[in-house]
């Protein structure tokens, strides 16, 4: 495989449930993002994870839990989600050098929607 | 607070071209990014502007005026599957990306 998958495309849950998202990235990079993408708003950067260390955590809701176990996997635990969650989440990966951090390759995206 | 801004959405011709804009108020800036995003798919790079002008790379062109805050990207001889999402993108000072909403292009026969 190639490039940066995730697992499952599509998911719907309750509000009491608890899922996880799974990204893998198949190039190499040493960054791993989670993005929301929501109809008509920009990107919302979620968490970054550079060299496995979570290096920017904006303000997200502890209901969403990061893990990125090595430089090839990074999750997103769900748990007690609200309706206004549904959205698409996107992972990406990138090269991050000192500075820039380099073209984005992202995922398909996670298609959640929160009953 | 930090601001970018382009159309919506917009609507071209197939054969035609189209100039999708984008405007940026960033504290600092270190690049603008074009992505293409198909619906249902996955965001892919286009371009990357750093110094004023014009970069081209086939059907496709950007361009980028820091003293303005201005980019647009141009695409030429429109096809059918050039209808998807453009999302611009500019990397503040913090390089920090900082996003559009996107532009839906819709590519009429």
């Known amino acids: 495989e190639t490039g940066v998958t995730q697992t499952p495309r599509h998911l719907v849950m309750g509000m009491t449930n608890k899922k996880s998202l799974k990204c893998e990235q198949h190039?190499?990079?040493?960054?791993m993002y989670w993005y929301k993408q929501s109809a008509k708003k920009p990107l919302e950067l979620m968490f970054v994870?550079?060299?496995?260390?979570?290096?920017e955590n904006n303000i997200v809701p502890s209901r969403f839990s990061p893990e990125c176990p090595n430089s090839s996997h990074l999750f997103l635990h769900l748990h007690t989600l609200q309706p206004e969650d549904s959205a698409l989440y996107l992972c990406a990966s990138s090269e991050k050098g000192t500075g820039e951090p380099g073209e984005l390759f992202f995922g398909e995206g996670s298609r959640l929607t929160v009953l | 607070g930090q601001n970018i801004d382009q159309p919506t959405e917009m609507t071209a011709t197939e054969g035609a071209i189209v100039q999708i804009n984008c405007t940026y108020q960033?504290?600092?800036?270190?690049?603008l990014f074009w992505y293409q995003q198909h619906a249902g798919e996955a965001p892919t790079f286009l371009s990357y502007n750093v110094l004023d002008g014009l970069e081209e790379k086939g059907r496709f062109s950007s361009f980028l005026s820091r003293s303005k805050g201005y980019s647009y990207l141009l695409l030429k001889e429109l096809q059918m599957k050039d209808s998807a999402s453009y999302l611009c993108a500019v990397l503040d000072s913090n390089y920090q990306l900082i996003w559009g909403a996107g532009t839906k292009l819709i590519i009429k026969p």
């Open positions: 960033t504290s600092g800036f270190n690049g």
């Open positions: 190039l190499g990079h040493n960054a």
């Open positions: 994870y550079s060299l496995e260390e979570r290096v």
